[in-house]
């Protein structure tokens, strides 16, 4: 045992996506918004001969970029599992939603229920390859218990 979690949230598993995502929806939002805003205000301005310097444009649309890289950042930090599990302990409220794991099935016979994924799986007496994706292992006495346990639909092969 490595010690070592594995990621339980899609944040964990892809910071850079869930970064560069927020960063897209934060660009998208702000950027028509304060460009809008400023439209509006040059429409008040024009009764009174009255201008906004080319400059001001620049300088508040440079100042939103780097609130969104800022944004970006936060979003990358908070996708650390370290930080995750502080989350979870102390602002339940800011922390990602664990994806849920499915229920065992009914079946008695279909005991020692384990979530595998790759790289916390250790196989004994046999060959396994794992090539990505999330898997259960269900495990039995009874060689056909997981057979019948597929034809009820309890679970999928």
């Known amino acids: 045992m490595t010690g070592r979690r594995v990621a339980a949230s899609t944040q964990e598993r892809n910071p850079r996506s869930a970064s560069v995502r927020t960063a897209f929806a934060a660009a998208v939002a702000l ?3 304060l460009n809008g805003i400023l439209a509006v ?3 008040v301005l ?7 310097p080319g400059w001001v444009f620049i300088w508040l649309n440079g100042a939103l970029v780097a609130v969104t890289v800022v944004i970006m950042l936060v979003t990358r930090v908070m996708a650390i599992p370290g930080v ?20 065992p099935p009914a079946d008695p016979e279909l005991t020692d229920w384990h979530d595998a994924t790759p790289g916390n799986l250790v196989v004994q007496g046999g060959d396994l ?15 056909d218990a997981v057979a ?3 034809a009820r ?5």
């Open 84 to 103: 995750n599990d502080w989350l979870r302990k102390y602002a339940r409220w800011l922390s990602p939603e664990d994806k849920p794991k499915p229920a």
């Open 46 to 52: 024009r009764p009174y001969d009255a201008t906004i």
């Open 41 to 43: 205000i040059i429409e």
């Open 129 to 143: 390859s794992v090539h990505g994706g999330e898997f259960n292992i269900y495990a039995s006495r009874d060689p």
């Open 31 to 33: 950027f028509p918004l």
């Open 148 to 150: 019948k346990a597929v």
């Open 153 to 157: 639909e309890e679970i999928q092969p």
